[in-house]
């Protein structure tokens, strides 16, 4: 019976926990000495404690947790969302140890890992990318020579960067060097490489993601689209499966053609192709892949009845897919909610703190991740997200009324939460009415200033 | 109610190793609870005579617990071939003595104690996997 070491804590490693228990395989957690009392330690078959509450002494601390895989004897490794889940390093040291990495080979996380790298990939590949430089730019002499081809506003980034860091919007020539050159600064100061690349700017477009699976030889399905525009900050709130903006023909290009290029590069296990979209021109542009499960995956789950996780151990242990394209289809509509414990009232400061009020709503397709209970300390060393909350009906409006009920059954306190400002953005009309991209909540004075 | 009475009340208590009482006596009523540390020492002296505690053991001395820094193997032997091990109950130690060894991915990291006293109790065997935190050894000290 195939043993699984989940590398991860929260509510991802109790929904990985739970596949492997549908599969009878045997699961082994991890924790850190501030996660004893939570709710993925007690449901794995075993259960080590690694380290303190300190991720870097626990949860991003390969040598210790490679120690917990081989204490416990495990096969494999899953490394769910965050922490180690894309590092390359990792991925090595566990081949290097004999233990099976459940997502895509290190080279390629590495590939996607660097922005450049992997802009150049798959535009080589066939994916649409947004007009830039073809990788780092020398100095702000060429930045302005390539700035003038793609024509303004354009987007100097840094190649390894991340969260808006070495990022500058230049809208004019004349302000192209002062920018640019602060953009290096930031780079270099944030990430220890001042590389930075241009990029034609994109305003007001939606965030349109492909959900990919493959065998690592060559085989490859789409689970359709996502969209997840509404975010705060760069930081998705909302997501919603599919996308309903698109038409038929649409949907049928970007997911077959994303499909198509992650067989041609032998992508193995879950992993997702983010875009930008313009309406108006129908145009997706690349932004980035994502080479791991992610927060989201679950309403691509709804909207075609596959597990993504048992999908990933099929292939980790018998080295194939259970399902062909032909196979799957997509029915109703999912929308996913995510609960922080913030208080949105103040800056969306979190909120860590003993549960002491909880109480999920349930009723006809309505789905609950989440590692909160009755009494459990959320602690402040981690992510503030507590659930995700997923309804499904047969159309968006369907589901938007779903989620509307069941936020307001919803009780957790007294730590602060965004359940409310969930449900506002629920209540607004242009929500409703899909009139929305990724700055819905500026735009509409939903929250404050700039990104 | 006295004042005797009360105290009267608290000795059956405390011979009866009562955790709370309650008295209704007419249009008086009276709640007694035991404090948690007293009802603990109720249940330590009834496991263990304290004639026998405190012929063992030095007053003001106090029990350390020297707990793991590492997920791993722990070594209680330096050597495998012998079965000499670093400390055994009843040595005296200081300081930073070695009383074992965490492997973790094939690094031996030595495991040192960080006050003086002597070993009263060693919780795991030679070989055996231990956590983060997990508690090795028990030292009793007489230390501040």
Do not use: W
Request: hydrophobic share 35%.
């Amino acid at each position: 019976m195939p043993k699984v070491l989940v590398a991860n804590r929260g509510e991802i490693a109790v929904r990985i926990i739970r596949t492997l228990k549908e599969k009878n395989m045997k699961s082994v957690a991890i924790y850190s000495v501030d996660d004893k009392d939570s709710l993925h330690v007690a449901l794995a078959d075993e259960a080590y404690c690694i380290g303190p509450a300190s991720s870097s002494e626990s949860y991003l601390n390969i040598e210790r947790i490679l120690s917990a895989a081989k204490i416990s004897q495990a096969d494999a490794i899953h490394p769910g969302y965050g922490f180690l889940a894309e590092n390359e390093t990792f991925v090595q040291r566990c081949e290097e140890e004999g233990f099976k990495f459940i997502g895509p080979s290190g080279k390629l996380i590495g590939l996607m890992g660097n922005k450049a790298k992997a802009r150049d990939t798959v535009g080589k590949n066939g994916l649409p990318i947004i007009p830039g430089s073809e990788g780092p730019i020398r100095d702000a002499n060429e930045g302005l020579i390539i700035a003038k081809e793609i024509g303004y506003p354009v987007v100097v980034k840094a190649v390894s960067g991340g969260g808006g860091k070495g990022m500058r919007l230049i809208e004019s020539e004349k302000e192209f060097k002062r920018l640019f050159h602060e953009a290096r600064k930031e780079a270099m100061s944030s990430f220890n490489d001042s590389r930075v690349y241009l990029e034609r700017f994109i305003p007001d477009a939606r965030h349109i993601e492909v959900q990919i699976l493959g065998d690592g030889k060559g085989q490859a399905v789409h689970l359709f689209e996502r969209d997840c525009s509404i975010q705060n900050h760069n930081q998705k709130i909302i997501e919603e499966a599919p996308a309903v903006i698109l038409d038929d023909s649409t949907r049928t290009y970007i997911t077959e053609l994303t499909a198509k290029v992650m067989a041609n590069l032998h992508y193995e296990s879950a992993g997702t192709v983010e875009y930008l979209y313009v309406e108006k021109e129908k145009a997706f542009y690349f932004m980035e892949m994502n080479t791991r499960i992610q927060v989201e995956h679950t309403i691509s789950e709804m909207i075609t009845g596959i597990d993504i996780v048992e999908q990933q151990l099929e292939v980790a242990f018998n080295g194939r897919l259970t399902v062909n394209q032909s196979d799957i289809h997509m029915n109703g509509v999912a929308i996913e909610v995510r609960i922080n414990a913030e208080n949105p009232r103040n800056n969306f400061m979190p909120s860590p703190g003993k549960v002491e009020l909880l109480h999920f709503s349930q009723g006809h397709h309505v789905r609950i991740d989440t590692h909160l209970y009755h009494g459990f300390t959320i602690s402040p060393h981690y992510d503030a997200m507590i659930a995700k909350i997923i309804t499904y009906g047969h159309n968006r409006s369907a589901a938007i009324s779903k989620m509307r009920r069941v936020l307001s059954e919803t009780v957790i306190g007294p730590v602060e939460t965004n359940l409310d400002f969930q449900a506002y953005i629920m209540d607004h009309p242009k929500y409703q009415a899909n009139d929305l991209n990724i700055h819905f909540l500026k735009n509409n004075h939903i929250i404050e200033g700039g990104d | 109610m006295k004042m005797d009475n009360i105290k009267e009340l608290i000795q059956l208590m405390k011979d009866n190793h009562l955790k709370s009482l309650n008295v209704k006596d007419g249009d008086l009523e009276i709640e007694l609870e035991a404090h948690s540390n007293y009802s603990n020492k109720v249940v330590e002296s009834s496991s263990s005579p304290e004639t026998n505690l405190e012929k063992s053991v030095p007053k003001d001395s106090k029990l350390i617990e020297i707990r793991s820094t590492q997920i791993g193997t722990f070594y209680t032997q330096p050597d495998e071939d012998s079965t000499d091990t670093f400390v055994k109950v009843g040595d005296k130690v200081t300081s930073g003595d070695q009383i074992g060894l965490i492997e973790i991915m094939k690094l031996f990291n030595e495991v040192r104690v960080d006050h003086s006293g002597v070993i009263e109790e060693i919780l795991v065997t030679n070989g055996e996997p231990v956590e983060y935190d997990q508690v090795l050894m028990l030292l009793r000290t007489e230390e501040e």
